[in-house]
């Protein structure tokens, strides 16, 4: 018998709020926020209108609010953000439906678009294999860009896939919110669409 997992999205899935734009507001404060919106603006809508791709959009933000941020604030920032924040907006139904499938001895795996920085303390508190994003670093500071590709709609397929093999393992759920969880809710056996709300 195969090893069975169960696949989650993060934004939205999990949470009741998008965990970058929250840790954009919980590390610069909320006039920063708005007023770095407001200057990213143009950029966003040419996202909206497919004229940036969500790879290049996510990389703007990023560059604009953590570019050059030392490794080790960044990291601290993510640690503080994971026990402190992360937890506000967690589902509730969400964590019980993870606990009942660790229940069933089915190992649980997070698939986010956000960046594995500052899930890391959050899935290792709650037991849960993670997968996501990955920012590029260079002389122990953020660039603001991604490492590879963003882990979003096919992305996350091919993440999955390599991380653990058809051959090897059942994934008998997937749980997602967004056009973009729909290649990973296709590899499930039982499809989640917007649970927990």
């Not at 920063?32 to 407001?38: A, N, Q, S």
């Not at 040419?46 to 990389?59: D, F, I, P, T």
Request: charged share 25%.
């Amino acid at each position: 018998m195969k090893p069975r997992i169960a696949l989650f999205d993060f934004d939205g899935t999990i949470t009741r709020k998008d965990s970058l734009l929250e840790f954009i507001r919980f590390t610069r404060g909320t006039v920063r926020f708005y007023m770095g919106f407001i200057l990213l603006s143009p950029l966003l809508v040419a996202m909206k209108a497919r004229l940036l791709s969500n790879q290049q959009g996510k990389e703007f933000v990023l560059r604009y609010f953590f570019g050059g941020t030392p490794m080790a604030v960044f990291d601290s920032w993510c640690q503080k953000f994971a026990h402190s924040r992360i937890p506000a907006i967690v589902r509730p139904g969400a964590l019980e439906e993870i606990r009942r499938l660790k229940q069933d001895n089915i190992t649980v795996v997070l698939v986010s678009a956000s960046p594995e920085n500052w899930l890391l303390e959050w899935t290792k508190a709650n037991d849960i294999q993670l997968i996501g994003t990955r920012l590029a670093i260079k002389n122990d500071r953020i660039t603001g860009l991604i490492k590879g590709k963003n882990c979003h709609g096919t992305e996350k397929v091919r993440r999955i896939r390599e991380n653990y093999p058809q051959n090897e393992y059942e994934i008998t759920d997937a749980f997602g919110d967004t056009k973009g969880d729909l290649p990973m809710l296709d590899l499930a056996v039982n499809r989640h669409w917007k649970p927990f709300r």
